[in-house]
């Protein structure tokens, strides 16, 4: 089993940063993809970006250019480097790892993003 813990959601103006943190009960870097997705009121839950074990990276189209995921392995945590934020971007943020078999995933309780115009 794995838990994934995400902090570092909140309030914020439109323009604004935010990085969200996702803490690994154990490390799981070399196996899972690690990923953070978002759902919004009525909307289905949605990719933002993720990072392969081995290192590459992917985003979704709304988010290219400014938001960045990241890894630091010795601390088990995934982060997310918000910025330029948007009303659109007001969501519920979720840790995923998904193991490349598809033999387990993992999710996260979320964390509550709100950007204000």
């Known amino acids: 089993q794995v838990q994934l813990a995400e902090s570092g959601g909140g309030l914020v103006q439109s323009g604004g940063s935010l990085r969200l943190s996702c803490a690994a009960s154990r490390s799981i870097f070399s196996i899972y993809r690690m990923g953070w997705y978002r759902q919004a009121p009525g909307k289905q839950r949605e990719l933002v970006a993720d990072?392969?074990?081995?290192?590459?990276?992917n985003y979704a189209d709304p988010v290219k250019g400014r938001f960045t995921i990241s890894r630091e392995n010795t601390k088990n945590t995934v982060y997310l480097q918000m910025n330029s934020l948007k009303p659109e971007d007001t969501a519920v943020y979720y840790c995923?790892?998904?193991?490349?078999?598809?033999?387990?995933?993992?999710w996260g309780q979320g964390t509550q993003v709100i950007v204000s115009s």
């Open positions: 995923n790892a998904d193991h490349p078999l598809g033999s387990s995933m993992y």
């Open positions: 990072i392969t074990s081995g290192g590459r990276l």
